[in-house]
């Protein structure tokens, strides 16, 4: 169900805005659904992994089961909007100030078009605006022509990621082609703390110096090495690059996504950094 928002905020959502600006952030990309994919088990994991998520000031997760590739034909649409419904009542009872929002992890596949059509492949947040896609990961796919596609249907792409991807942390002219396509690119916030290696970790800090990455989210999955880390990595990013980098990345483009706006690029923010090294 591809749904419009409206380019101007709600009072609600400036209410929203406000509280925000008191660093309570929104994760775009987190695997919270119960017994759906390589995410929680149960009930009762999802509720200990929504449990960190609010505990790490994260007040609106929107919730990425893998869709296509190796989940093909599960996870539609339908169910992930019903199995978000539950948790949402669960969290309620539970007393866990968390909000969760239907969305998808979704791999590449040239039939995403069609199947967003069809309500086979959700957007994120349903906005109908944005939608998060994974490459494989062990092969290349140029994702030019399916960019292109997705923007006649009026949505953009969000690349999950990429400094995880050993073909993309190191092909910089694709990326810059992509992102000339009007794509966005998101960082894992545990790769920017060395989480997933040394070389993921350059790849993310050189994508968020150089102004390339738009998006921090926590692509969490467990608290077994995937919970969330986003106060951290907030502060890491304002320690290097400065709160104001850091407000964009962790708080107000995530915003912008969640309620169906334009995102304001880093680009302008990161002429004159640092080289990568002294990052590190």
């Given at each position: 169900m591809i749904q419009s928002v409206n380019d101007?905020?709600?009072?609600?959502?400036?209410?929203?805005?406000?509280?925000?600006?008191q660093r309570k952030y929104i994760d775009i990309h987190c695997h919270c659904l119960p017994a759906v994919d390589d995410g929680p088990a149960t009930m009762s994991d999802a509720l200990t992994l929504c449990r960190a998520l609010a505990d790490d000031d994260i007040e609106t997760v929107i919730a990425t089961p893998h869709q296509l590739g190796r989940f093909d034909n599960s996870n539609s649409?339908?169910?992930?909007?019903?199995?978000?419904?539950?948790?949402?009542?669960?969290?309620?009872?539970?007393?866990?100030?968390?909000?969760?929002m239907p969305g998808g992890d979704v791999r590449v596949d040239e039939r995403i078009c069609q199947l967003i059509e069809t309500d086979k492949v959700l957007t994120l947040?349903?906005?109908?605006?944005?939608?998060?896609?994974e490459l494989p990961h062990k092969i290349?796919?140029?994702?030019?022509?399916?960019?292109?596609?997705l923007s006649h249907l009026g949505i953009q792409a969000v690349i999950s990621h990429p400094e995880r991807h050993p073909v993309l942390e190191k092909e910089h002219k694709t990326l810059m082609k992509f992102i000339d396509q009007s794509a966005y690119l998101q960082v894992t916030a545990g790769s920017l703390l060395g989480d997933f290696g040394?070389?993921?970790?350059?790849?993310?800090?050189?994508f968020i110096s150089s102004g390339w990455a738009s998006l921090i989210a926590t692509d969490s999955h467990s608290l077994k090495g995937r919970g969330p880390c986003m106060k951290a990595t907030f502060k890491q990013i304002s320690g290097k690059l400065g709160e104001e980098t850091a407000q964009l990345v962790c708080i107000e483009n995530p915003l912008r996504l969640l309620t169906g706006q334009d995102m304001t690029?880093?680009?302008s923010m990161s002429a004159g950094?640092?080289?990568d090294e002294a990052i590190l």
């Open positions: 101007s905020l709600t009072e609600t959502e400036k209410i929203r805005r406000d509280t925000f600006g649409a339908a169910k992930i909007r019903e199995d978000v419904s539950k948790l949402n009542e669960e969290l309620k009872s539970s007393g866990i100030d968390l909000t969760v947040a349903d906005g109908g605006r944005y939608i998060l896609l290349f796919i140029d994702i030019e022509q399916l960019l292109i596609d040394i070389q993921a970790q350059k790849a993310a800090w050189h690029p880093v680009y950094r640092c080289c």
